[in-house]
């Protein structure tokens, strides 16, 4: 992997990596291994996007803050597009059959549709279609 500096890497704590891993596996989304070890997975979203999952214990490591428990408060929300409606919905259904829950209903503005889904530690994804024809 070349590091350029169009790279986002959203950092979130878990309380089990090997469940999360899991748990974003069946989703469909994959990992680094030359990233990954016993503290820290490093999730693929995108070419330029990643997401590295961390132990609580090595989070703490990166702040003096306290970490929130993400069940009961929402300190972001993760988003991402996908290139279809159905590619929301399929992605959507994947969580849940995981073990997730929904973050939101469904909202169709027209020209955007998503559905957010929490995952096994609360983190909440948004999962959007943007339709750019110019027809919304």
Request: hydrophobic share 40%; charged share 20%.
């Amino acid at each position: 992997m070349t590091f350029s500096p169009s790279m986002t890497f959203i950092n979130l704590p878990v309380k089990d990596l090997e469940k999360s891993m899991n748990f974003f596996k069946q989703i469909g989304f994959s990992f680094n291994p030359q990233f990954t070890d016993e503290n820290a997975a490093s999730m693929v979203i995108n070419d330029n996007t990643f997401s590295m999952l961390l132990t609580e214990a090595h989070f703490q490591n990166f702040t003096d803050k306290e970490i929130v428990n993400a069940t009961k408060q929402t300190e972001c929300l993760v988003s991402f597009a996908v290139e279809s409606r159905e590619q929301v919905d399929a992605i959507i259904k994947k969580a849940i059959d995981a073990g997730g829950s929904y973050a939101s209903e469904p909202r169709d503005y027209g020209y955007m549709y998503q559905v957010g889904f929490q995952d096994l530690d609360g983190h909440i994804w948004e999962v959007f279609h943007m339709d750019q024809s110019g027809n919304a």
